[in-house]
């Protein structure tokens, strides 16, 4: 099956940072990757939507200057907290789509997460 | 703005017993609906994708329905084993289709020796 991968696993930094997390889809091109962020004993929320090439969508709410998105190639997506602080700690998850060949929605593999704790 | 709710939040069963989780969506318009499994830490395995046209689909000992008019699905586990303690998510894409996915609020199950 497809694999995604992410890097880090795990990351401490000090406030005041920029940490940056990649996403690698590693045998399939991903037409579009997905940033996500889950708080302890919470579900995932989608905080940006990036395709190759091109600018990243954000949700409401989410800064995109502080939450940087680069998608540079088919199979590489990188998120870079800037200026992190305490309350940025989190669960990031990346997923990586492509087509499935049915009508809506592609099929989307995500990868193992980054804990991001920022003292 | 469609809205996932998971009941229980969380469930704790002796090993051996059959359980239902349960996943309600208020925008019933949805191509399909998957159910995810997420361990303490980790990132998701998919575990059953019900397309729209569904009504069900079968892994193992895994059976999710999918009752679309209602806004409802469910996850059946049969015959429980330690093995399956971890946090079920499901999530729909949006009603206009596309990628993004809503995920719901999640059940913990602790499967007990």
């Known amino acids: 099956g497809a694999v995604v991968s992410q890097h880090p696993s795990r990351v401490i930094c000090k406030s005041g940072t920029s940490v940056k997390i990649e996403c690698r889809s590693l045998?399939?091109?991903?037409?579009?990757m997905f940033w996500y962020r889950q708080f302890p004993k919470q579900s995932l929320m989608l905080m940006a939507t990036?395709?190759?090439?091109?600018?990243?969508?954000?949700e409401q709410g989410v800064e995109k200057d502080k939450f940087l998105i680069n998608h540079a190639s088919l199979t590489l997506s990188t998120l870079t907290v800037t200026s992190a602080h305490p309350e940025d700690s989190s669960f990031y998850i990346c997923?990586?789509?492509?087509?499935?060949?049915?009508?809506?929605?592609?099929?989307?593999?995500f990868g193992p997460g980054t804990r991001l704790t920022v003292l | 703005k469609q809205e996932v709710t998971q009941i229980p939040a969380a469930l704790s069963v002796p090993e051996g017993e059959n359980l239902v989780l349960n996943c309600s969506f208020t925008?019933?318009?949805?191509?399909?609906l998957q159910w995810f499994r997420q361990d303490p830490g980790k990132g998701l395995t998919s575990l059953l994708l019900?397309?729209?046209?569904?009504r069900e689909q079968t892994s193992g000992r895994l059976n999710a329905s999918l009752d679309k008019s209602s806004g409802r699905s469910t996850l059946y586990i049969a015959a429980s084993q330690p093995g399956d303690s971890a946090t079920y998510l499901c999530?729909?894409?949006?009603?206009?289709?596309?990628?993004?996915?809503?995920f719901g609020t999640g059940t913990q199950l602790k499967v007990e020796l």
């Open positions: 019900i397309q729209s046209s569904q």
């Open positions: 045998d399939f091109q991903a037409t579009t």
């Open positions: 999530a729909v894409p949006p009603s206009g289709g596309g990628n993004k996915l809503t």
């Open positions: 997923s990586a789509g492509t087509p499935s060949g049915g009508i809506g929605t592609d099929t989307q593999y």
């Open positions: 990036s395709n190759e090439g091109s600018k990243a969508t954000y």
């Open positions: 925008d019933s318009a949805i191509y399909n």
